[in-house]
């Protein structure tokens, strides 16, 4: 039987669904807008590109469209150094574009999330340029972290936080009168200071961005850093053997995850309730354990936060049902859907990573076998559609791209890349522009070339080449969010029955759906539970039975 079997033609569009607490089942797709789509031919994609493909992410079958920072700024970490965030950077467009984009998505039943940067901001927004301007006692240095630094002279920093891209978190500042003098405080990159949020300044100012967008008619908001923000009283050393990088992730440290931010995402909650249309807030948060991640969106806080725990399982039947079981029992006191996620902007592509060997973390620098890598890929993103609650799609998976992971030195733009130590800095190989066509300069991206190499076998991999085509990985995933859309049981809630299952297949029961995920290197054979819905790869049933092939995830209806 194909894997492509499906009686679905008329599947409801997101347009003639209509239902309260949309976000609790949403597949949301992120745009990284570098990336997607341009349309001026200078390399670079933009706001109007990401408009002109629209109908393509509708006719996807998403619910909604995260856009990366757009912002005004210098872009010393693609966008994340905002210099002014109520203004759109001329290299994507200006704000009447994002107005176009925002008014022509909700005209196709689409919602527009966009990234907001709250931890730090640029060297080049105004209040830091004023604080180094001033100097020493300047109002503005309260509103960041400057202080003095230690040793003799302070010639040594304040305290022994290293950035997350390598290198003291800490640079001394020349001060006006050109004598070496106060060090700020950057958790990323120098040129993205962060913000001191015990002074009020930088609260309110903050509320105030939100409703600038919220009035533009956005319908929410990702929080980049959503652990960070808040600092521990006194900016204390970290201690243990000094190996910071090394902590983070598996335990709570003075500049990430402290209670206070919660404070804060109240006081924001309150104002996106006040708007209709139910707007929501999306939490990027890297805490120790999914238990303090539900932290993040209990009632009065936010709405979904990434499953961080569940993006960095490996293919694994035993490790996944795990994270699944460990992700809702969290989940469920708080009354929060589980949001699944499988690759972004920051990690090498689930496809090459599943390419790998296990153990080798989400930045992996080879691309191993890349058939096993598509095939596991594609199982993998049947899986977590059929999970409960949200999930995330990360612009080109619906492709099957793989990482790049053999750039030039010199062509690379990730800050991390060029720094001694921190993240490994590979994160421009899952951030080539996507392919849309067979041929062209770009490949349709634009007529101008890409602002990093595509490799010439992606013509192959284009929305072009794959479209109606039966088998393809983006035909694949047209139909997934069909059937999920038309399934009744599929999408919101907190639970799944596990069913009996050969050693290395996952087996879950939805209600009348069946989803069975084989993660083995061999074929098993399960029941035949019913009429089969979709399945990754090629599978045959007789006698009541199915044949399931390595790697390959089924869906089935008992209905």
């Known amino acids: 039987m194909s894997q492509q079997h499906s009686a679905l033609a008329s599947a409801p569009t997101p347009a003639q669904v209509k239902r309260g607490d949309w976000w609790r089942d949403a597949v949301i797709y992120q745009?990284?807008?570098?990336?997607?789509?341009?349309?001026?031919?200078?390399?670079?994609?933009?706001?109007?590109?990401?408009?002109?493909?629209?109908?393509?992410?509708?006719?996807?079958?998403?619910?909604?469209?995260?856009?990366?920072?757009?912002?005004?700024?210098?872009?010393?970490?693609?966008?994340?150094?905002?210099?002014?965030?109520?203004?759109?950077?001329?290299m994507f467009g200006n704000l009447l574009d994002a107005d176009a984009l925002i008014r022509d998505a909700h005209e196709l039943s689409l919602r527009i999330i966009v990234d907001l940067v709250p931890n730090h901001s640029s060297d080049q927004h105004e209040w830091f340029k004023r604080a180094l301007r001033e100097g020493p006692g300047s109002p503005l240095r309260d509103r960041y972290h400057f202080r003095p630094g230690k040793g003799e002279h302070g010639e040594l920093p304040p305290n022994n936080w290293e950035s997350i891209f390598g290198g003291p978190a800490w640079t001394r500042v020349t001060e006006p009168d050109g004598t070496p003098g106060e060090w700020y405080l950057h958790l990323f990159a120098p040129e993205q200071p962060d913000f001191n949020w015990e002074h009020p300044a930088v609260g309110d100012e903050f509320r105030s961005i939100l409703r600038f967008w919220l009035d533009m008619g956005v319908d929410g908001f990702r929080i980049d850093v959503a652990h960070g923000m808040v600092k521990a009283e006194g900016l204390p050393d970290i201690g243990g053997d000094?190996?910071?990088?090394?902590?983070?992730?598996?335990?709570?440290?003075?500049?990430?995850?402290?209670?206070?931010?919660?404070?804060?995402?109240?006081?924001?909650?309150?104002?996106?309730?006040e708007y209709a249309g139910e707007r929501i807030f999306v939490a990027e948060a890297w805490t120790p354990t999914v238990a303090r991640t539900a932290n993040y969106v209990r009632p009065d806080e936010l709405h979904q936060a990434f499953n961080f725990q569940y993006l960095g399982t490996y293919w694994d039947a035993e490790e996944l049902r795990k994270v699944v079981d460990l992700t809702l029992e969290a989940m469920r006191p708080v009354g929060a859907p589980a949001t699944w996620v499988l690759s972004n902007h920051d990690v090498t592509r689930h496809a090459t990573r599943f390419a790998n060997p296990a153990g080798l973390g989400t930045q992996i620098r080879t691309a191993g076998d890349r058939a096993l890598g598509l095939r596991r890929a594609r199982a993998a993103t049947l899986l977590m559609l059929a999970l409960p609650g949200s999930a995330y799609i990360y612009q080109g998976e619906e492709l099957g791209l793989p990482d790049v992971v053999d750039l030039a030195d010199e062509v690379r733009q990730d800050p991390a890349y060029?720094?001694?130590?921190?993240?490994?800095?590979?994160?421009?190989?899952?951030?080539?522009?996507?392919?849309?066509?067979?041929?062209?300069?770009?490949?349709?991206?634009?007529?101008?070339?890409?602002?990093?190499?595509?490799?010439?076998?992606?013509?192959?991999?284009?929305?072009?080449?794959?479209?109606?085509v039966a088998g393809s990985t983006l035909e694949l995933y047209r139909t997934a969010l069909a059937v999920r859309r038309a399934e009744p049981d599929l999408g919101a809630g907190d639970s799944v029955e596990w069913l009996?299952?050969?050693?290395?297949?996952?087996?879950?029961?939805?209600?009348?759906?069946?989803?069975?995920?084989?993660?083995?290197?061999?074929?098993?054979?399960?029941?035949?539970?019913?009429?089969?819905?979709?399945?990754?790869?090629?599978?045959?049933?007789a006698d009541g039975e199915t044949k399931v092939p390595a790697d390959t995830t089924v869906w089935w209806t008992t209905a």
């Open 242 to 273: 000094g190996d910071q990088l090394k902590l983070l992730g598996n335990d709570v440290m003075p500049f990430f995850d402290q209670d206070g931010v919660h404070d804060i995402y109240r006081q924001w909650r309150l104002i996106l309730d």
């Open 418 to 468: 060029f720094r001694g130590a921190g993240q490994d800095g590979f994160r421009d190989g899952c951030r080539v522009p996507i392919p849309w066509t067979r041929e062209g300069s770009s490949y349709g991206f634009g007529t101008g070339g890409s602002w990093l190499p595509q490799p010439a076998e992606w013509a192959d991999l284009s929305v072009e080449a794959q479209t109606g």
């Open 31 to 90: 745009v990284y807008p570098r990336s997607f789509a341009d349309s001026n031919g200078d390399g670079m994609g933009d706001l109007e590109g990401i408009r002109s493909r629209l109908p393509y992410l509708r006719d996807l079958g998403v619910d909604a469209v995260w856009l990366s920072p757009f912002y005004a700024s210098p872009q010393a970490d693609a966008g994340y150094d905002v210099a002014d965030y109520r203004a759109v950077d001329p």
């Open 500 to 541: 009996r299952a050969p050693e290395g297949v996952l087996a879950f029961r939805r209600g009348e759906f069946v989803c069975v995920a084989n993660t083995t290197g061999e074929a098993v054979t399960t029941p035949s539970y019913g009429r089969v819905l979709l399945a990754s790869g090629e599978v045959t049933e």
